[in-house]
């Protein structure tokens, strides 16, 4: 099983722009939905944005129209622009089996695999 790479994290100012990179190691999920998923200190994990193996993508409603995932053969993006502080959080990357992409975004998948998380931080 390939491993997922975060890089691309950092800090920024509200209204700037970030944008997050994974690596499929091991270009082994090309065929798998993929997905950003965030968690902020003292709050659960939510899904952030997630894309099917032909591309069709799904996002929370607190990032359209500001945030874009997009993906490779071996790479997942995620472009996040005109960021806000509430934005801020450890990004994780995540393959998994499932059904369709707004499925996915809210927690229904199987046989996920993580990345390490990168750490986002956005002050105002």
């Known amino acids: 099983q390939g491993q997922l790479v975060e890089t691309g994290g950092g800090s920024v100012q509200a209204g700037g722009s970030l944008r997050l990179s994974c690596l499929d190691s091991g270009n082994t999920y090309s065929r798998f939905c993929m997905g950003w998923f965030r968690q902020a200190p003292g709050k659960e994990r939510e899904g952030v944005a997630v894309v099917d193996h032909v591309g069709r993508s799904r996002y929370a409603d607190s990032v359209k129209g500001r945030f874009t995932i997009t993906r490779t053969n071996t790479y997942l993006y995620l472009q996040m622009n005109n960021m806000k502080s509430e934005d801020s959080g450890m990004y994780y990357c995540?393959?998994?089996?499932?059904?369709?992409?707004?499925?996915?975004?809210?927690?229904?998948?199987?046989?996920?695999?993580w990345g390490q998380g990168t750490q986002v931080t956005v002050s105002s």
């Open positions: 995540a393959a998994m089996t499932c059904t369709n992409p707004d499925q996915a975004l809210h927690g229904f998948y199987t046989s996920p695999s």
